[in-house]
């Protein structure tokens, strides 16, 4: 990529189609690991008008009615208005989740089993998972991506609290930032589409979202006169969330991690318990990632590593810093190895993973979040990594 370039990231509030699936596979699965840390949990949702449809696989001892939980799921999201189609207290629920596959347990169980290599806990799925870290902000996120959350974080803010009364819970956001020599220096375009009532005119939302919402949460720096604001471009949003349009957990899985600047492997996170790499070991990266960040090793690093389902060790491990490293890619990668561990049992000890804390991460994004029970955003590793990197 050129030194000289614009590049743009999205957002979506939590009442957006796809998050609603997200949130509710995310507290179905905060539902499980409550009371069984051994729950073993593969939950997805389908939205559409007024009707809710969760599926998958799910292992567990813990006792909870799952409607409960997706109506108050749905409720905290905002969906109780009488207005709209789609609400906590009368959507139709079809539960279609079943029991684990035995064949896939026995390969990520931590026992012996006629066929598997080895008697450790293996990765629940072949894959590969990508980290990423860079100084661009503070929370060590590419700066697009983390504009476009602020924007819809504080919509949500204000929504929640009441003050605006014609906010309904669809939104999405979008950021475009233009890099000179490989550094963001300034904002050219704001999108920002939000749903609302039928009784508001565009003048006031677009004025509200300028004013209330981007010139409270981007650097001022960063905007000038030619800085280009879109607020609810096609002049009216007034039939959004599963009404307007379907929904579906692990859809926007770039939202969810670099918003397009670190590569993605693919899988998917909300709705999956940490045996499953996909989600585990993609925090794992980010955890890696962030720390040679912070261990001043690089401005910009990014991390892969693969695995095949059942084995516990990784099938590859590979550090790229874009040319930004103070040492060989090699020797960071030869440091990582040396102070991480990969293994899937490991991970999820490592980043105590085993807790009901997912329905934290489901909206504005699994990384750049300054919350204790995110631990993937620790740099408690950065002072061992230097040392082993010299």
Not at 266 to 281: E, I, L, T, Y
Request: charged share 25%; aromatic share 8%; glycine share 8%.
């Amino acid at each position: 990529m050129s030194k000289n370039y614009i590049f743009s990231s999205e957002s979506v509030g939590e009442g957006h189609p796809d998050k609603v699936c997200d949130t509710i596979s995310d507290a179905i699965l905060d539902a499980c690991l409550a009371q069984d840390k051994t729950s073993r949990v593969a939950c997805e949702t389908f939205v559409k008008s007024n009707v809710v449809v969760v599926g998958g696989e799910i292992t567990t001892r813990s006792k909870f009615h799952v409607n409960d939980i997706i109506r108050a799921a749905i409720r905290e999201i905002g969906y109780v208005n009488s207005d709209d189609v789609f609400h906590a207290d009368h959507v139709f629920i079809t539960n279609l989740l079943t029991r684990q596959s035995p064949d896939i347990s026995q390969g990520v169980d931590a026992k012996e089993a006629d066929g598997k290599d080895t008697a450790e806990q293996g990765a629940g799925d072949q894959g590969l998972m990508f980290g990423y870290a860079c100084t661009e902000t503070p929370e060590l996120m590419p700066a697009p991506v983390m504009f476009a959350h602020r924007l819809g974080r504080e919509l949500t803010r204000i929504r929640k609290s009441g003050k605006v009364k014609w906010l309904r819970p669809d939104a999405k956001s979008q950021v475009s930032v233009q890099y000179e020599n490989g550094k963001p220096v300034r904002i050219t375009n704001v999108v920002i589409s939000t749903q609302h009532t039928d009784n508001v005119k565009h003048k006031e939302i677009k004025d509200f979202c300028i004013k209330e919402i981007v010139q409270k949460v981007l650097p001022a720096e960063m905007l000038d006169k030619k800085t280009q604001f879109l607020i609810n471009p096609t002049g009216r949003f007034v039939i959004g969330g599963p009404q307007g349009d379907s929904g579906l957990t692990g859809r926007k899985i770039i939202v969810d991690t670099y918003g397009g600047m670190g590569r993605h492997g693919g899988g998917a996170f909300s709705g999956k318990d940490p045996s499953k790499v996909d989600r585990s070991a993609a925090y794992m990266g980010r955890y890696v990632a962030k720390n040679i960040i912070a261990a001043g090793l690089a401005t910009k690093a990014e991390i892969q590593f693969a695995y095949a389902i059942g084995y516990p060790e990784p099938v590859s491990v590979c550090v790229d810093t874009f040319g930004t490293g103070i040492v060989s890619d090699e020797k960071i990668e030869q440091a990582v190895r040396e102070v991480f561990s990969f293994k899937p049992a490991a991970i999820v000890k490592q980043l105590n993973l085993l807790r009901p804390i997912y329905s934290k991460t489901t909206n504005y994004g699994h990384f750049g979040k300054n919350d204790p029970d995110i631990t993937w955003e620790k740099t408690d590793k950065a002072a061992a990594l230097k040392r082993a990197a010299k």
